[in-house]
C-alpha cells in the first residue's frame, strides 16, 4: 500500500517559483513500475491535471499555459518526485496534491494536499 | 473550461439511484475506455470509485456503477447513503498523451 505525503512552502511571492516535494513510501519508487502525477484544485473549483512522470524519467505535461512553467521530476535516492512551478501569479493558489497509479489515466493513491497560496 | 463536462448538482433521496454524465467528445471519452471517478469530500482528498469506464477498486462498494454511451460516461449510485453526499469528478484520457478531468458534480443526499 503506497503512501504519499506532500510537502513545501504554504506562501509563494509572485513571480517566484513554487516547489513541491511527494514523499512516498510502501515502495520503491525506482523499482515499481508506477506513475506519479501531480494535480491541483484553486480554492473552491475542480481538479486540474498538472503533469505526471514515469519511474523511467518519462514527462507528461498539461497541454495548457501551465506547461512552459512546469518541471516534474523524480529522485529516486530519496524516494521522491518533485514538482517546480515558474513564474506563479494568484491564479497558481489552490490545494496540491500528488498521486499514483500503476496506470498512468487513472489515480489509485492521494497524498492528502497542500495549500499553497500565492501573494506578495 | 473542462474538456468534459458534467452537471454542477446532482440529488436523490436515501436509497434512492441517481447518475452523474460526463459528456466529452469523439477525442476522448468516445475513443478510449479510460474513463475514471473520483469522490471528494469536503477537506479530503479525492478517492478513485471507477476506473476503465466500470471496474470498481476493492473496497469501493458494488452500490457504485459505472458506465459508457458514444462520447458520455455515466456513474451511478445506487441505494443512496448520507456518506454518499460529496462531489464526483469524471477522469479521462483525452488522446495525444493528454488526460482531463470534467468539472465536478455536487450530490446531494436529501
Known amino acids: 500500500q503506497l503512501q504519499l505525503q506532500e510537502s513545501g512552502p504554504g506562501l509563494v511571492k509572485p513571480p517566484e517559483t513554487l516547489s513541491l516535494t511527494c514523499t512516498v513510501s510502501?515502495?520503491?519508487?525506482?523499482?515499481?513500475?508506477?506513475?506519479w502525477a501531480w494535480i491541483r484544485q484553486p480554492p473552491e473549483k475542480g481538479l486540474e491535471w498538472i503533469g505526471t512522470?514515469?519511474?523511467?524519467?518519462?514527462?507528461?505535461y498539461t497541454p495548457s499555459s501551465l506547461k512552459s512553467r512546469l518541471t516534474i521530476s523524480v529522485d529516486t535516492s530519496k524516494n521522491q518526485f518533485s514538482l517546480k512551478l515558474s513564474n506563479v501569479t494568484a491564479a497558481d493558489t489552490g490545494v496540491y496534491y500528488c498521486?499514483?497509479?500503476?496506470?498512468?489515466?487513472?489515480?489509485?493513491?492521494w497524498g492528502q494536499g497542500t495549500l499553497v497560496t500565492v501573494s506578495s | 473550461q473542462s474538456a468534459l463536462t458534467q452537471p454542477p448538482s446532482a440529488s436523490g433521496s436515501p436509497g434512492q439511484s441517481v447518475t452523474i454524465s460526463c459528456t466529452g467528445s469523439?477525442?476522448?471519452?468516445?475513443?478510449?475506455?479510460?474513463v475514471s471517478w473520483y469522490q471528494q469530500h469536503p477537506g479530503k482528498a479525492p478517492k478513485l470509485m471507477i476506473y476503465?469506464?466500470?471496474k470498481r477498486p476493492s473496497g469501493v462498494p458494488d452500490r457504485f456503477s459505472g458506465s459508457k454511451s458514444g462520447n458520455t460516461a455515466s456513474l451511478t449510485v445506487s441505494g443512496l447513503q448520507a456518506e454518499d453526499e460529496a462531489d464526483y469528478y469524471c477522469?479521462?484520457?483525452?488522446?495525444?498523451?493528454?488526460?482531463?478531468f470534467g468539472g465536478g458534480t455536487k450530490l446531494t443526499v436529501l
Open positions: 498521486a499514483s497509479s500503476s496506470s498512468w489515466y487513472r489515480f489509485d493513491y
Open positions: 510502501g515502495d520503491s519508487l525506482s523499482r515499481s513500475r508506477y506513475y
Open positions: 512522470i514515469y519511474y523511467t524519467g518519462s514527462t507528461y
Open positions: 469523439s477525442s476522448d471519452v468516445g475513443s478510449f475506455d479510460y
Open positions: 476503465e469506464v466500470s
Open positions: 477522469f479521462s484520457y483525452a488522446g495525444s498523451n493528454n488526460l482531463a
